[in-house]
Nanobody, 122 residues
Framework: QVQLVESGGGLVQAGGSLRLSCAASGRTFSNYDMGWFRQAPGKEREFVAAIDWRGWSGSSTDYTDSVKGRFTISRDNAKNTVNLQMKSLKPEDTAVYYC????????????WGEGTLVTVSS
């Protein structure tokens, strides 16, 4: 069992930065691929970024096209945390951001966090 708690959301102006964190409980955190998803008002939840279970230099990451070059996902298996550094934020990045634990590059989601709201003002 893995429990996920997100933090770091808030209100930021366009062009600004935020760092989201996800704290995981459970002994098997390091066995899971980790990812971030987001859901904007009136839209479906969408994939944002993922990092594989290894977590050290050379680990595999993946991003949706709209955030490539602006967002960076990282994890620390010793601290059971996964982070999403977001830069050059745009109003269209406004959404509730969810942390997730899963498998096979997040095609299988085993656990969800409850989400943290990010609002980017223009």
């Amino acid at each position: 069992q893995v429990q996920l708690v997100e933090s770091g959301g808030g209100l930021v102006q366009a062009g600004g930065s935020l760092r989201l964190s996800c704290a995981a409980s459970g002994r098997t955190f390091s066995n899971y691929d980790m990812g971030w998803f987001r859901q904007a008002p009136g839209k479906e939840r969408e994939f944002v970024a993922a990092i594989d279970w290894r977590g050290w230099s050379g680990s595999s990451t993946d991003y949706t096209d709209s955030v490539k070059g602006r967002f960076t996902i990282s994890r620390d298996n010793a601290k059971n945390t996964v982070n999403l550094q977001m830069k050059s934020l745009k109003p269209e990045d406004t959404a509730v951001y969810y942390c997730a634990a899963g498998q096979k590059k997040m095609t299988i989601i085993d656990y969800w966090g409850e989400g943290t709201l990010v609002t980017v003002s223009s």
